[in-house]
Structure formats: C-alpha cells, structure tokens
C-alpha cells in the first residue's frame, strides 16, 4: 500500500529534550515537505526536499532541522523543542511529475506537546 | 510572496444541497498550481481537486468542481449534493510552477446538517 508514515503519532515531552520525527515514504518520491498545523492558521511548510542531499527552508524553519540522506526518510528534528512548537505535524511526499499538478501525499499526523 | 485566503471560518449546509467554498489567491507567478484538500475530524489530509494555471476547462472531480476565474484570483471549490460525510475542514493550497513551497489557506469549517 502507498503510504507515507509518519513516528511517532503522539507525544509529550518537555522544554529543551531533543526529540526526532520519522516520516518514510514507499513511493519513491523526490519530493517531501513537512508541515506545521495550528488552529486559525492553517498548514504552514517548514522545511522540503528536492531529492536527496537537498533541502531548502519553508515559511517557519526556526527551531527545526532535518536530514534527507535516504530517498525514501525525511526526518524533523528538533534540537531543543520549546512550548511554541506544541502543534500537529504533517509530513508529505510527491513525485517530480509535470509541472506543478501533482498532488501531495500526506502521513497521518503527529501530535507534538512540549511543556 | 504568495498568499491564499479563505475568508470563510465556517459553514453549514443543508445535506443534498450545493456549497461554494472561497479560496482566492495572489502570485506573480504566470504558472502555478491550486488544489483543494478535506481533513475530517480523524486529521488526516485528502486530496480532491486539482486546477492548473494554465488549464483552460475548470476542473472536476466526481461530486467536487473547482470553480477558477483567473482574472479575479480566486478558485472556489463547489460540492454537490452534500453528504454527512462531506463535514470537514477544507484548505485550498497553491505551489508555484516548478518549485517544492506551497502556501495553504487557514481553512474552511463545513458542517452538513441533516
């Protein structure tokens, strides 16, 4: 089955403890992105990737990193999570295709709480 | 910069009946692409719809049409014949032509009322 997962789905973890979210895809895309979703703002892009070894910044990369040295993993890793970056957390793949019309495929979710 | 707005927060709409959700856009860009997603209240994201900008025929989708006047940058999504189902959060998104940064709209709550 296509899919993208993402791991862990939900967690809570404190101020300052370094945390990384897995998202692996099984349809060999080129392109990934993950995603930040808070209420009243919507998704906001974080950080994607072209192909491997090459990513680029979203629109809030602040506090974020990741790592594309697989085609198929894109993890997030944040360094020293703060309560600001409590949100859910979408990752999402897609191949090159033509032009721009090809749709993202996204994982389920993962719920981050940071206290 | 490219920026979507959904000015609409929420609605409802009676089950069978049609809704227009709003979804207008601003770029520079001459080439770019619009697609509409529902997330339901289990979270996870699904793609409906998909316009091109340089499609010449607004597109369909089975029971989802995305209405597309490109002069007046806007790209509503039209759902026929409302299900329960249907309740969700919708976003509208827009990636330009060849590059990976999409901009999503801040969402439209639809409820269908029996």
């Known amino acids: 089955e296509a899919q993208v997962t993402q791991n862990p789905r939900y967690l809570i973890t404190v101020t300052g403890k370094k945390l990384t979210v897995t998202c692996s895809q099984n349809m060999n895309h080129e392109y990934m992105s993950w995603y930040r979703q808070d209420p009243g703002l919507g998704l906001r892009q974080i950080y994607y990737?072209?192909?491997?070894?090459?990513?680029d910044k979203g629109d809030v990369p602040e506090g974020y990193k990741v790592s594309r040295k697989e085609k198929r993993n894109f993890p997030l890793i944040l360094e020293s999570p703060s309560p600001n970056q409590t949100s859910l957390y979408f990752c999402?793949?897609?191949?090159?295709?033509?032009?721009?019309?090809?749709?993202?495929?996204f994982g389920d979710g993962t719920r981050l709480s940071i206290l | 910069a490219q920026k979507i707005t959904q000015t609409q927060p929420g609605m409802f709409v009676q089950e069978k009946e049609a809704v227009t959700l709003d979804c207008t856009y601003d770029?520079?860009?001459?080439?770019?692409?619009l697609f509409w997603y529902k997330q339901p209240s289990s979270g996870e994201m699904i793609f409906l719809i998909y316009q091109g900008s340089y499609d010449q025929q607004n597109a369909t989708e089975g029971r989802y049409s995305l209405n597309f006047q490109k002069a007046r940058k806007s790209a509503n999504l039209v759902i026929s014949a409302s299900q329960l189902g249907d309740s969700a959060m919708y976003f509208c998104a827009m990636r330009r032509g060849g590059y990976q940064k999409v901009t999503f709209g801040t969402g439209t709550k639809l409820q269908v009322i029996p």
């Open positions: 999402a793949s897609r191949t090159r295709g033509e032009d721009s019309n090809q749709p993202q495929h």
């Open positions: 770029t520079s860009d001459p080439s770019y692409g």
């Open positions: 990737s072209m192909n491997v070894e090459v990513t």
